[in-house]
Antibody, heavy 114, light 107 residues
Framework: QVHLQQWGAGLLKPSETLSLTCAVYGGSFSDHHWSWIRQPPGKGLEWIGEIKNDGRSTYSPSLKSRVSILRYASTSQITLKLRSVTAADAAVYYC????????WGQGTLVTVSS | DTQVTQSPSSLSASVGDRVTITCQASEHMSVYVNWYQQKPGTTPKLVIYDASNLETGAPSRFSGSGSGTDFSFTITSLQPEDAATYYCQQYASLPFSFGQGTKLEIK
């Protein structure tokens, strides 16, 4: 059974870089494309970007200038980096495979405060 | 970019009622639509994939239909535990997008 586990710093100061990691356990890492999604408190779901199994990434136009998603096949992990965070980036961040029978990580709450 | 318009934004219904939520896409999406249920403080839970396939473990009172640009999610015989927010999500083309969400309240 495939399982996603994510981790990373939960408290950032404005202008810092958000960095999260998502590990895929139980196989099939290379069979899927992996996305990051976020959800601000009390709001809806926002897609951040996807990295395909060939390493190509596509990002949300609204975040493209600040975001990067990488994959590491040797460890079955993907990472999210979001530069120059502000209070508007405070949210629960999820990793997931969104195509078809999607699988989600448990979510990581990120707070931005000086 | 494909825009997804979900309606209604909120809904109140009684136990036993039939409720339907719709999503309309700005471009053709074939059947590449998922539906999720999210309860407060929890991760979105997949209930329908590929527009009409019931995810394992999801109640059989849940169903999805549609193709192209118009999709719907229906709950027949509403139960108290169905109170949640429901989202559609398209994966036909990048960038992916989610509907705005429908908050379902049980009267």
């Amino acid at each position: 059974q495939v399982h996603l586990q994510q981790w990373g710093a939960g408290l950032l100061k404005p202008s810092e870089t958000l960095s999260l990691t998502c590990a895929v356990y139980g196989g099939s890492f290379s069979d899927h494309h992996w996305s990051w999604i976020r959800q601000p408190p009390g709001k809806g779901l926002e897609w951040i970007g996807e990295i395909k199994n060939d390493g190509r990434s596509t990002y949300s136009p609204s975040l493209k200038s600040r975001v990067s998603i990488l994959r590491y096949a040797s460890t079955s992990q993907i990472t999210l980096k979001l530069r120059s965070v502000t209070a508007a980036d405070a949210a629960v961040y999820y990793c997931a495979n969104l195509r078809g029978r999607s699988l989600w990580g448990q979510g990581t709450l990120v707070t931005v405060s000086s | 970019d494909t825009q997804v318009t979900q309606s209604p934004s909120s809904l109140s219904a009684s136990v036993g009622d039939r409720v339907t939520i719709t999503c309309q896409a700005s471009e053709h999406m074939s059947v590449y639509v998922n539906w999720y249920q999210q309860k407060p403080g929890t991760t979105p839970k997949l209930v329908i994939y590929d527009a009409s396939n019931l995810e394992t473990g999801a109640p059989s009172r849940f169903s999805g239909s549609g193709s192209g640009t118009d999709f719907s999610f229906t709950i027949t015989s509403l139960q108290p535990e169905d109170a949640a927010t429901y989202y559609c999500q398209q994966y036909a083309s990048l960038p992916f997008s989610f509907g705005q969400g429908t908050k379902l309240e049980i009267k």
